[in-house]
């Protein structure tokens, strides 16, 4: 009967995650297409309209979004590049590729719908403004552009000193041909001043440059690395502004191929990364991973109100799926930026809820629906709170230099960060344990059993943090030439591990009841949160990589919240006690 | 206890597991890297004047004596290809570089000078004033100077805007390297050349 029953609930748990699953992989495949399978053909994404005939064209083919572009110190797919641009100047990344489309190739359009957004941002609209035609004509010749004039840039400004010696410099005595000669010697040199320092886009393979990677298109004029295979390239992306202004997409997907075939063998990369990439920030895991955890805690709430095994194993299975979607998120970030997990305060983030997750499911064992719950509400709250706490999304980017140092990112990171989860997962045990010690039915063995929990917890996280503290002072040794600087970053790393210290010794010695003990370890939320996102707050220090702003009276609010919740259960647990 | 130490050993196998993967190697990084740096200056050395360019694309032009030359006729020989202008200082400072240049290597060496003027008479007044300052260089058959009309090589096939630049190719006519601007010296262009007559 008991096997029928859990079969049964397997099955459950099962079809609903498999619903979960198809309908989040329905809606991504309707917005993208299959990367790997329509790389030769237009995808199914969202229209991105040729902006001068209104032809129903789209150019945001996937081979497209796989073109290679050198952004923030890594070769990234286009389509990452691309949703960059879009958040830096709108503030979101819908439609990105259609918005960086119209702004390299029609600038003057894209300029002119969103006048104030690029006012700041102006150097994108510029990315290609040697190669796209002027609205003038020169020499009888039309659809002229800044790369063919540019050879005649030193005989028209000799044409010019002619004209104002002639004339003088007041242009009510220029004859109109005078003027027009005039007018496109200023012109030109805008354009020219306009480029002087545009080294944004880089899709042009070079081969002068020191690393031979890829440069801008006016890096090949303003710092003199062009070649005739950067010529070939840069006529192809003439060819392509001219296939997406005209809504030829045969031009425009022939052009497409042929600069993508070019950037993968000049990088000698593999194009896997590049897909990978693509795939990852559409599939977008992190909503995933919050949908599977949010599942797991609504099963448990069904479980609560209808004790029934099916909720519980559905939460289970839940929980176990939102762990085993962050390994892979964590897994396919170390493949994609070829480093250790944990090199930024987005990445901390996603280790310590993975960690919190799997934590969950190691405790069921013992604690059944209280040990699961405990681990997937600190996952769940964390990666629920972490847009507020990062001002910017994620984008893949690349480690602050002093970062950059595998073994140590590998060990100290990796130990410290998992401390932090610990240190939660203590925390949320020991509210649950105040909680429990108020009630009125409570089970004087559970308790005892969650006790003993909370302890366990404590103990790992102190070794965990006491380890990552020491491990985090090589590193600065290594790193900044001092094992100690009293920093703010390792200030708050030490708090964690007195506070943890302190409070152990006095269980040990029996100078802090068993109580207080608990109340003291629910506030670890409050220490570790100060520890790992207060000290950003103070823009000093040594780890400046981690530095954030905006969050200050969030996290007052948190902590003075976290303070009177523990509070008010420690009261009313000791009141229930006496 | 026993669950504790499994835990922290798990995290330290991981840690070593993903050192060793992503081949930092541990605590051998420094010793290694060095290894790879020695390695690597090695193979730079002996690569040196491997092509980093590619084949530079075959063109052809007509001298100032009239002559037409097409580079497929030079080969065999290490061409020094500059665009230069006689409005453009720093090319007009490097010039007597490049002369020294061709006649220290004649047999070896053809320099080709592509001139981005755009008026005959100041091409021919420098022309002019080298054949007087540098006769013995300017009387080589192996100085090529030619007047690029509308930079159809220099800005159509060699991409090249940044006045003066040199670009300077194997005996095959590979593109071994590249002197942007007249910031290089003799010793620079002997040790590229060395490089060059070395492979």
Known sequence: ?578 | MKLNLLIFAVFVAFGMGLTYWLGAGGVKTVEKSAQIEKSLAAQQQANSSAPQAGQMPAFSFTALDGAQIHTNDLKGKILIVNFWATWCPPCVKEFPLLLETAKAYDRDVVLIALSSDFKDDALMRFVGKMRAEYPDAMRGDNVLIAKDENQAITNGIFNTFKLPETVITDQNHNMVNKFIGADWDMDDMKSVLAQVLHN
């Open chain 1, 1 to 578: 009967m008991k096997t029928r029953l859990f079969v049964r609930s397997l099955n459950f748990a099962a079809l609903l995650f498999l619903i979960v699953l198809v309908m989040c992989q329905a809606s991504v495949f309707a917005q993208t297409g299959d990367v790997a399978a329509m790389t030769d053909h237009p995808s199914n994404g969202a229209a991105d309209h040729g902006a001068l005939n209104n032809v129903q064209i789209r150019f945001d083919d996937d081979l497209y979004k796989l073109i290679p572009v050198l952004h923030e110190g890594r070769i990234k797919p286009l389509g990452s590049f691309a949703r960059h641009i879009k958040h830096n100047i709108m503030g979101d990344q819908d439609d990105a590729i259609s918005f960086l489309n119209k702004a390299i190739f029609n600038p003057a359009q894209a300029a002119m719908d969103h006048p104030d957004e690029f006012s700041e941002n102006a150097q994108v609209l510029r990315s290609f403004s040697m190669i796209l035609p002027l609205s003038i004509t020169y020499n009888d010749q039309e659809n002229v552009n800044f790369l063919m004039l540019k050879a005649k840039i030193p005989e028209i400004e000799e044409e010019i000193r002619q004209i104002i010696k002639d004339k003088g410099g007041n242009p009510e005595n220029y004859s109109e041909e005078e003027l027009k000669k005039v007018g496109l010697g200023y012109n030109l040199q805008k354009i020219t001043q306009s480029g002087a320092q545009n080294a944004l886009f880089k899709v042009i393979p070079v081969e002068w440059a020191e690393n031979k990677k890829l440069a801008a298109p006016w890096q090949l004029i303003n710092d003199g690395l062009g070649s005739p295979k950067a010529r070939e390239n840069l006529d192809l992306w003439a060819d392509l502004a001219n296939a997406y202004r005209h809504g030829d997409h045969d031009l425009w997907a022939q052009n497409v191929r042929k600069i993508y075939d070019n950037s993968i063998a000049h990088l000698g990369i593999s194009p896997l990364r590049l897909q990978l990439e693509i795939r990852y920030i559409e599939t977008n895991p992190y909503l995933w991973v919050i949908l599977l955890l949010g599942a797991s805690l609504f099963f448990m709430g069904a479980a609560r109100l209808r004790p029934w095994r099916g909720f519980e194993y559905g939460a289970l299975i839940s929980a176990g799926g939102a762990a085993l979607a962050l390994l892979a998120t964590i897994g396919l970030r170390i493949f994609i930026l070829q480093r250790p997990p944990v090199g930024t305060l987005y990445e901390s983030i996603l280790f310590v809820a993975l960690l919190c997750a799997l934590a969950g499911v190691v405790l069921y064992r013992s604690l059944r629906l209280k040990g699961l719950g405990t681990g997937v509400f600190a996952g769940f709250s964390l990666l629920v709170l972490a847009p507020n706490i990062l001002q910017n999304p994620d984008s893949l980017g690349v480690l602050s230099a002093v970062l950059n140092t595998n073994f140590w990112l590998a060990t100290h990171v990796l130990v410290i960060t998992a401390g932090y989860a610990l240190c939660i997962l203590t925390a949320l045990a020991a509210h649950l344990y105040l909680y429990h010690a108020g009630g009125k039915t409570r089970s004087i063995a559970d308790q005892l059993t969650l006790g003993d929990k909370v302890y366990n917890l404590s103990l790992i996280s102190l070794l965990l943090t006491a380890v990552g503290t020491i491990l985090g002072g090589i590193w600065a040794d290594q790193s900044w030439g001092r094992f100690w600087g009293w920093d703010p970053k390792e200030n708050g790393a030490l708090l964690i591990v007195l506070w943890l210290v302190w409070i152990e010794h006095g269980r040990i010695t029996g100078k802090l009841k068993p109580l207080m003990f608990q109340a003291l370890s629910a506030c670890l939320t409050i220490i570790v949160a100060l520890a790992w996102f207060g000290v950003n707050l103070l823009s000093t220090g040594l780890h400046s990589y981690g530095f954030i702003d905006g969050i200050a009276y969030g996290l007052a609010g948190f902590c003075t919240l976290q303070l009177i919740v523990i509070a008010a259960l420690y009261i009313r647990a000791y009141r229930s006690n006496q």
